[in-house]
């Protein structure tokens, strides 16, 4: 099983990795639900952390339909996270009809190449996420985050299983929203997926996860 934790310090990227996370998902700004972090944090994170380190491009909070000015930020934020040596980036793009963005995702991906790509939870506003897990694929996004569309995966069991049987080995899915210690290992049990996404307190709780979601 892989634990990814969200952070926004190093501080909590230590305590994730002491914890026993797999990986760290570093954004700014999480009351928000996580915007890119300064180049600073990342570079920090790199340097201290053992873990793969995975930072969200996200120039604003709010929608994920982004005009061309912020699509070339991103575009800059992708080529910095590659030069700053994190081993994934984390994205999401949609357009006017609330489908996946496949220019801006793709573009994204080209400029982060080599590194892994994750699809946030915009997937979680698209119209068909099954339509949309296929063009991901079509991408080469290597996992997508998702609640199944629910607001917590608990919630979103049925269509996370779903995910997982059409995706085989293209692309991974993982689980997201409201996953703790207590119910991790209910979703892995009904849903499939061995990769699991939360932001967690402390270290250890970071290890009651890792701990009850290897069963």
């Known amino acids: 099983m892989i634990v ?9 990227a230590l305590a994730a990795q002491a914890g ?3 990986r760290v998902e570093l954004c700014a700004n999480l009351a928000a639900d996580g915007t890119t972090p300064p180049d600073d944090l990342l570079a920090a994170c790199v340097a201290h ?22 699509v070339e930020a991103m575009l800059r934020q992708a080529r910095q996270a590659r030069t700053l040596r994190a081993h994934g980036v ?18 994204l ?14 997937f979680d506003r698209v119209p068909d996420q099954c339509a949309a897990l296929e063009v991901l694929v079509s991408l080469g996004v ?10 917590t995966a608990v919630k979103g069991l049925d269509a996370i299983a779903r995910h997982v049987r059409d995706a085989g080995d293209r692309i991974v899915i993982m689980a997201g929203g409201g996953v703790r210690s207590h119910n991790v290992r209910h979703i892995v049990e009904r849903t499939g997926v061995r990769e699991v996404h939360g932001r967690f307190g402390s270290a250890a709780e970071v290890g009651a996860v890792v701990t009850a979601a290897a069963g």
């Open 109 to 122: 991906a080209r400029e982060a190449h080599p590194l892994a790509v994750t699809f946030h939870r915009a």
């Open 90 to 107: 984390v994205v999401g793009a949609l357009d006017a009809k609330g489908e996946v963005d496949a220019s801006v995702v793709a573009a």
């Open 142 to 151: 290597s996992r997508v985050l998702t609640s199944g569309g629910a607001p």
């Open 4 to 12: 990814e934790a969200c952070v926004e310090t190093l501080g909590q």
């Open 20 to 22: 026993g996370a797999n």
């Open 49 to 70: 952390v053992t873990l793969p380190v995975f930072p969200i491009i996200r120039p604003r909070a709010g929608s994920f339909v982004y005009t061309g000015v912020e």
